[in-house]
């Protein structure tokens, strides 16, 4: 069994920014490759970063590299997602997602056993 809880997301204005965290339990975290992804309304989830389980390996997408950093903190079960200057096309809901049995950094929703609820991040104008 393993749970993940995202929280941080929120309505902010473009160029803002955010921080999401998402806390997980059960197993032992430090062997979890873990990632974030975004779906909007009618799109198919969409990669967004991933980290390794030592966290010295990541990997960000195209669409917000230099924006957006992943890290994780395994004393503390955490992931999170650090996201500037954000732009309205950023708007959409952002799981979290867990594996164990990950050796390296997996890029496709099917990759990953374990999600979260989602948190809404919204981007005005």
């Known amino acids: 069994q393993v749970q993940l809880v995202e929280s941080g997301g929120g309505l902010v204005q473009a160029g803002g920014s955010l921080r999401l965290s998402c806390a997980a339990s059960?197993?032992?975290?430090?062997?979890?490759?873990m990632g974030w992804f975004r779906q909007a309304p009618g799109q198919e989830r969409e990669f967004v970063a991933a980290v390794s389980r030592a966290g010295l390996g990541t990997y960000v997408a195209d669409s917000v590299k230099g924006r957006f950093t992943i890290s994780r903190d395994n004393a503390k079960n955490t992931v999170y997602l650090q996201m500037n200057s954000l732009k309205p096309e950023d708007t959409a809901v952002y799981y979290c997602?867990?594996?164990?049995?990950?050796?390296?950094?997996?890029?496709?929703?099917?990759?990953?056993?374990?999600w979260g609820q989602g948190t809404q991040v919204t981007v005005s104008s």
């Open positions: 997602a867990a594996d164990p049995r990950l050796s390296d950094i997996s890029t496709h929703p099917v990759s990953y056993n374990y």
């Open positions: 059960g197993r032992t975290f430090s062997s979890y490759v």
